[in-house]
């Protein structure tokens, strides 16, 4: 939803392109045009019950999205005269690395503002508002860790800014 980032559209530094990360020749075109030097990338599909009903879509875009990025941020990277000096390749949540200066951190799930109604939190909150059952998954055995979102945007500027190239968080 770009009403979410209406606070930061006029930064210098930021630039809204709708894309598909899967389209390699478009991610290698914007590397190029923007001069790209930090990626944090964030963009899955997240969601467990339309992984289960569809994981190609998932694939598509967790495996071979990610993958789009990293051959687009390689390819224009290592043609710089620095190389990968000062560059940086931040994704969240896998534990694939690609020989670039990648950090990697595995977090738990996030919750807070703006976050889609078919997930965990605002699920239960609006059936409990609407007086309707809460979903259980399997035996109601599972165990989840939760992280705010605002602590988790912290931790990303901190790791970016000053965490260890191939360290994981």
């Given at each position: 939803?770009?009403?979410?980032?209406?606070?930061?559209?006029?930064?210098?530094?930021y630039t809204f392109v709708k894309?598909?990360?899967?389209?390699?020749?478009?991610?290698?075109?914007?590397?190029?045009q923007y001069r790209i030097d930090?990626?944090?990338?964030?963009?899955?599909?997240?969601?467990?019950?339309?992984?289960?009903?569809?994981?190609?879509?998932?694939?598509?875009?967790?495996?071979?999205?990610?993958?789009?990025?990293?051959?687009?941020?390689?390819?224009?990277?290592?043609?710089?005269?620095?190389?990968?000096?000062?560059?940086?390749?931040?994704?969240?949540?896998?534990?694939?690395?690609?020989?670039?200066?990648?950090?990697?951190?595995?977090?738990?799930?996030n919750y807070g503002p703006y976050?889609?109604?078919?997930?965990?939190?605002?699920?239960?909150?609006?059936?409990?508002?609407?007086?309707?059952?809460?979903?259980?998954?399997?035996?109601?055995?599972?165990?989840?860790?939760?992280?705010?979102?605002?602590?988790?945007?912290?931790?990303?500027?901190?790791?970016?800014?000053?965490?260890?190239?191939?360290?994981?968080?």
């Open positions: 939803n770009l009403a979410n980032l209406k606070d930061i559209e006029n930064q210098p530094n894309a598909d990360i899967c389209d390699f020749d478009k991610m290698l075109e914007l590397f190029k930090g990626v944090i990338h964030l963009a899955a599909e997240s969601h467990v019950d339309r992984s289960i009903k569809d994981p190609f879509t998932f694939a598509q875009t967790n495996v071979m999205g990610t993958l789009s990025l990293l051959q687009a941020a390689k390819l224009t990277w290592e043609m710089l005269p620095e190389c990968y000096e000062g560059q940086r390749f931040y994704h969240i949540s896998t534990d694939e690395v690609y020989g670039m200066p990648t950090i990697v951190t595995n977090c738990s799930n976050q889609f109604p078919e997930k965990l939190i605002p699920l239960f909150i609006n059936n409990i508002r609407q007086g309707k059952p809460l979903p259980v998954y399997g035996k109601g055995e599972n165990v989840r860790d939760w992280l705010y979102v605002v602590d988790h945007a912290r931790a990303i500027d901190l790791i970016f800014h000053n965490g260890n190239t191939a360290d994981t968080y």
